[in-house]
T-cell receptor, first 113, second 112 residues
Framework: EAQVTQNPRYLITVTGKKLTVTCSQN?????MSWYRQDPGLGLRQIYY???????DKGDVPEGYKVSRKEKRNFPLILESPSPNQTSLYFC????????????FGSGTRLTVV | GDSVTQMEGPVTLSEEAFLTINCTYT??????LFWYVQYPGEGLQLLLK?????DKGSNKGFEATYRKETTSFHLEKGSVQVSDSAVYFC???????????FGGGTRLMVKP
């Protein structure tokens, strides 16, 4: 089944403890992206990648890192999480966002205490 | 910059009622337009899209027409079902970029 898989689905962590949210897609998509969803703010792009080793900032990149060492994987790294990063995170992938839009994963609900 | 404005919810309808969710946008050039649906506890699913002016996207009884003159992409369905209860997001992609710009979402609740 074609899909974007994120792990974990739920995570509670403490301020300052480094964490990684994994994302993998099995559709051979070149484009991958991370979004966060917050009440009243909709979805905002954190980072995106056009291909292996090619990444760039979205609208809200502060406090996040990404890497794209393989085409299928695009992990999101929070080196020192803070409470304002408590959110619902979505990974997404696409052949061509302008024509196909993005295919989204099921989401990761992160709580930083 | 690009922006998408949706009507605020929640929208509450009875089963078989007609649905309209308004979406207007501001963007450079000729953006592609999308509607996504998010069911409780799930990720976003692409509902329909339109990539040029006057295109009509349709899927599962939902329709939306790309109106360049009014910069709108309103979502419609002739007869909603309880199973349509979800949050609906309008989005755009401009200049063949990498980012989808989303509206704030509209929650639809359909009562039997």
């Amino acid at each position: 089944e074609a899909q974007v898989t994120q792990n974990p689905r739920y995570l509670i962590t403490v301020t300052g403890k480094k964490l990684t949210v994994t994302c993998s897609q099995n559709m051979n998509h070149e484009y991958m992206s991370w979004y966060r969803q917050d009440p009243g703010l909709g979805l905002r792009q954190i980072y995106y990648s056009m291909n292996v080793e090619v990444t760039d900032k979205g609208d809200v990149p502060e406090g996040y890192k990404v890497s794209r060492k393989e085409k299928r994987n695009f992990p999101l790294i929070l080196e020192s999480p803070s409470p304002n990063q408590t959110s619902l995170y979505f990974c997404a992938s696409s052949f061509s966002p302008d024509f196909y839009g993005y295919t989204f994963g099921s989401g990761t609900r992160l709580t930083v205490v | 910059g690009d922006s998408v404005t949706q009507m605020e919810g929640p929208v509450t309808l009875s089963e078989e009622a007609f649905l309209t969710i308004n979406c207007t946008y501001t963007a450079t050039g000729y953006p592609s337009l999308f509607w996504y649906v998010q069911y409780p506890g799930e990720g976003l699913q692409l509902l329909l899209k339109a990539t040029k002016a006057d295109d009509k996207g349709s899927n599962k009884g939902f329709e939306a027409t790309y109106r360049k003159e009014t910069t709108s992409f309103h979502l419609e369905k002739g007869s909603v079902q309880v199973s349509d209860s979800a949050v609906y997001f309008c989005a755009l992609n401009s200049n063949a970029g990498n980012m989808l710009t989303f509206g704030g979402g509209t929650r639809l609740m359909v009562k039997p």
